[in-house]
């Protein structure tokens, strides 16, 4: 798995930067945001080094997906609402 020294999500992910976890596997990291703009406010990175989504080829589209399936289960649990009767985006 890649990694850059000097990427600040590289860091959080390696637990050389501190963070309140939410959740984490073998490729996914998930952390509350240090400045929330929502009550419920997080951020889920890829553990393996991807520059932009410039650099996200076919092999990562089973990361991807999971990301997507994962992130309104992580904010149910966290105690939002999906629309219409709250709402939240992915």
């Known amino acids: 798995m890649s990694h850059s020294d000097h990427c600040i ?3 959080i992910a390696a637990g050389t930067i501190p963070s309140r976890k939410v959740y984490e ?3 996914l990291f998930v952390f509350h945001d240090l400045h929330p703009w929502a ?8 553990k393996a080094h991807i520059p932009s989504m410039a650099q996200v080829g076919p092999e ?9 399936v994962l992130a309104p289960k992580l904010a149910q649990e966290l105690g ?4 219409p009767a709250g709402g939240f985006a992915s």
């Open 9 to 11: 999500f590289c860091k």
């Open 39 to 46: 009550p419920v406010h997080f951020l889920m990175i890829p």
């Open 80 to 83: 939002c609402n999906p629309y």
């Open 25 to 27: 596997d073998d490729e």
């Open 60 to 68: 990562h589209e089973a990361l991807l997906g999971r990301m997507m």
